[in-house]
């Protein structure tokens, strides 16, 4: 079984716009290419033309089995009532977690004024998943997206359960000490490439996470994702293969851990 935990519905060449019903279908044929049986959809904290928000992501997926969402929200630009719409789509089970950008937008993820959000994710608990790391945009600010502030937040909310998008991508080190240290921080591995893997930007990475492995113990923590339709499910799962890791373990990252940490029923897959 295979769960990727972090794909879009972002259309990404804005040169021309796709419906959110073609890029659902490109999603779920690709899927199917790749033997894929359940994908996360993250909505974006931008919502415009070329990125569908909560509401219309949670609509389009209705009856896709194999899908669930985690809402993106805005730092800079959410309201009272957004807050509440998500509250009543968590009640509703109809979101999985929730995703905060930093880097791309500028907040660091301890600031206070998230601590609504926070609390919201332990009541219910779901995940609050934050960017880390290299930002797809040039006019990202990376000193907000560095996994060591992961770290605060990690400990004034020890009930929360929290990921790491990007195994905080180019601070992998930095990623294992605050996974290792927190027992409620999980990371993912996707968008570590555009496209697909050279050959020697795999070997590179598969060094990487295999050194992370090493140092943080039991992958218990560490989620597969790919980024789609950034990088390449192919590519990716091509890259999982190659891991020098006993099938168990594997099986841990492929599926197992965001079963339980999403709360995906995998026997309705």
Not at 136 to 146: D, F
Not at 156 to 184: A, F, L, R, S, T
């Amino acid at each position: 079984m295979i769960i990727d935990a972090l794909t879009h519905l972002n259309n990404y060449h804005e040169e021309r716009v796709v419906s959110l019903e073609d890029c659902l279908d490109k999603l779920s044929d690709t899927m199917d290419e790749n033997k894929v049986d359940y994908s996360l959809v993250l909505t974006s904290y931008l919502v415009n033309e070329h990125r569908p928000g909560i509401k219309k992501v949670v609509e389009a997926i209705e009856g896709r089995k194999n899908l669930g969402v985690v809402a993106g929200v805005s730092f800079l630009n959410y309201r009272e009532r957004d807050l509440r719409e998500i509250s009543d789509y968590i009640n509703a089970g109809l979101i999985k977690g929730l995703k905060f950008y930093p880097g791309y937008e500028p907040f660091y993820p301890y600031d206070n004024r998230l601590q609504v959000f926070y609390d919201l994710a332990t009541e219910y608990n779901i995940p609050v998943m934050f960017h880390s790391g290299d930002t797809y945009s040039p006019k990202g600010r990376i000193r907000y997206s560095h996994p060591i502030h992961i770290d605060e937040v990690a400990v004034d909310n020890p009930d929360m359960k929290i990921v790491i998008c990007h195994v905080g991508n180019p601070w992998i080190k930095d990623c294992m000490e605050v996974v290792y240290k927190n027992k409620n921080v999980h990371a993912d591995i996707s968008g570590l490439v555009l496209g697909d893997f050279s050959e020697k930007f795999e070997k590179y990475m598969k060094a990487q996470i295999e050194e992370m492995i090493l140092y943080a113990g039991e992958p218990q923590y560490l989620l597969y994702g790919t980024d789609w339709p950034i990088c390449n499910m192919k590519s990716y799962l091509k890259f999982m293969d190659q891991l020098d890791l006993p099938q168990e373990k594997k099986e841990l990252i492929l599926w197992k851990n965001a079963a339980k940490l999403f709360d995906i029923d995998v026997s309705k897959l």
